[in-house]
């Protein structure tokens, strides 16, 4: 970062089914029931793949309790959601197919969604393997209980369905799911496979941690045609427009933006299409010249981008922000801070795209490492405004007047004076192994500071413990 149910569920069912954007309908796959209100009504009729796991009368939970949830879960995503524009409300519901890849056995699935803090969520049925549960809600976490225990390697298919509202103003941490100035924001809005992360914090860090998806599949229906701009491609749009399936592989979110009257800037980058999607007044133009730009000189450093799309979309306001495969810039940026803004939402495409970590307790991993790549790849290192500070803490531990120079400046001059004293040869070398080994998972600030270290005859170790004393 830094960044009428009814009618609605009967035109999604025409737009679906009519229009060659049906969706195979597994045993397991239940649709809403007609008799559901107004108030509870969250998705219209979709009938959503699963895994195969947790076909109706067929489970793999046994008996018993753990009192234990876990993010080694191998969970796919099939998402099925409806946006009145005029009123921002939102319908949908989710099916997860998910395995347990942890060691041990799990009774719970922990969910994240910003819906629940920023949306009025309100939760419809939610089923496991076929039988109707009862999730808690708490802060920003929906907590599905399995009714009982998932072995290791065993596996479940839980269905949730839920409705929010889009917040109508950018203030305070609400762009992340708002609908403003013409553009609707939905960030981390699809209940993903996480656990209990306290939303509130006293600055803009990212109070999230997601493993990564090896798919998603969302169906985005609208009361009236809109231009999306998502994670993922478009593979399927319905003869009216009011209906498109997104596909996504690799992914740890699936991030949405919206406006009825957006515009396509695009070029082509080591085979990578870069495409700008904004509004009338947005530096269009200027943008997609510093997504270029960033794009070139990070592959130089980091290695390839990672997917074949790169979406640059002008947000409803807020702050820059990444997403996979995809970056979120507000409007009326100034033009001096563009290119920095651009680049280093670009470059967490790498960190926290590529290899994950938990942003919020250790927002070093992905923000300092981010924010040196940025300013090395543009020439703009500066010194911190703030005195020197530890860089191991929570983001919920850093003042809003200092998270910026403590964690990005701070921590990204570490690292570039590690680059400094190494070489960058040797540098970038060892960072390229880092982000290949553990492509796609979640690594610590530790495993960064190894490969660095190991890197090199120099003792990076003593030198660092006066900043991570939690480490060393």
């Known amino acids: 970062m830094r960044t009428r149910g009814g009618v609605l569920a009967a035109a999604l069912a025409v737009g679906l089914v009519g229009t060659g954007i049906g969706v195979p309908a597994p045993a397991s796959a239940a649709s809403l029931p007609a008799s559901a209100s107004a108030d509870t009504r969250v998705s219209a009729p979709l009938r959503l793949p699963s895994s195969g796991a947790g076909a109706a009368g067929t489970t793999q939970i046994v008996p018993g309790s753990v009192n234990r949830s876990s993010m080694h879960l191998r969970a796919a995503y099939s998402v099925g959601a409806s946006l009145a524009w005029g009123s921002g409300r939102l319908w949908g519901q989710v099916a997860i197919a998910a395995t347990n890849e942890s060691a041990s056995g799990i009774d719970r699935i922990e969910l994240n969604t910003v819906m629940a803090r920023l949306g009025g969520l309100r939760l419809g049925s939610t089923t496991v393997d076929g039988r109707t549960v009862t999730p808690t809600v708490s802060d920003q976490t929906i907590s599905v209980p399995l009714g009982g225990v998932l072995p290791s390697g065993a596996s479940v298919g839980v269905v949730v369905r839920f409705s929010a509202t889009l917040r109508t103003t950018t203030t ?98 080591n085979g990578t299409r870069v495409r700008v999607v904004s509004r009338s007044g947005f530096p269009s133009a200027a943008v997609l010249s510093a997504a270029v730009t960033a794009l070139t000189r990070l592959e130089a450093r980091l290695g390839p981008y990672p997917y074949s799309l790169l979406t640059v979309s002008e947000s409803a306001g807020g702050y820059g922000m990444e997403g996979p495969m995809t970056v979120w810039i507000p409007p009326r940026v100034a033009s001096s801070n563009l290119a920095y803004l651009v680049t280093h939402e670009i470059a967490h495409q790498w960190f926290f795209g590529l290899v994950g970590n938990d942003q919020a307790r250790e927002p070093f991993a992905d923000e300092a490492m981010t924010d040196m790549a940025t300013r090395n790849a543009l020439g703009m290192r500066r010194a911190s405004q703030c005195s020197a ?84």
């Open 389 to 472: 500070a530890r860089l191991d803490l929570p983001i919920y531990r850093y003042s809003s007047a200092c998270y910026y120079e403590d964690i990005y400046i701070q921590g990204g001059n570490l690292i570039d004076d590690a680059r400094r004293l190494m070489g960058s040869t040797a540098f970038w070398r060892a960072i390229r192994g880092y982000l290949a080994a553990h492509r796609l998972g979640l690594a610590h600030t530790r495993q960064l500071l190894d490969a660095i270290d190991a890197a090199s005859p120099i003792d990076f170790a003593s030198r660092w413990h006066s900043r991570f004393p939690s480490l060393y």
């Open 172 to 269: 305070g941490s609400s762009w992340l799911f708002a609908r403003a100035n013409g553009i609707a924001d939905l960030y981390r809005w699809i209940p993903w496979v996480s656990r209990a992360t306290p939303f509130a914090r006293p600055n803009y860090g990212d109070p999230f941690v997601t493993p990564s998806s090896p798919s998603v599949r969302v169906i985005l229906h609208s009361d009236i045609p809109l231009r999306w701009a998502t994670t993922g491609t478009r593979t399927a749009l319905s003869a009216d427009g009011l209906t498109a399936k997104f596909d996504a592989a690799n992914v740890r979110d699936f991030v949405v933006t919206a406006s009825r009257d957006a515009t396509t800037r695009q070029a082509t980058v």
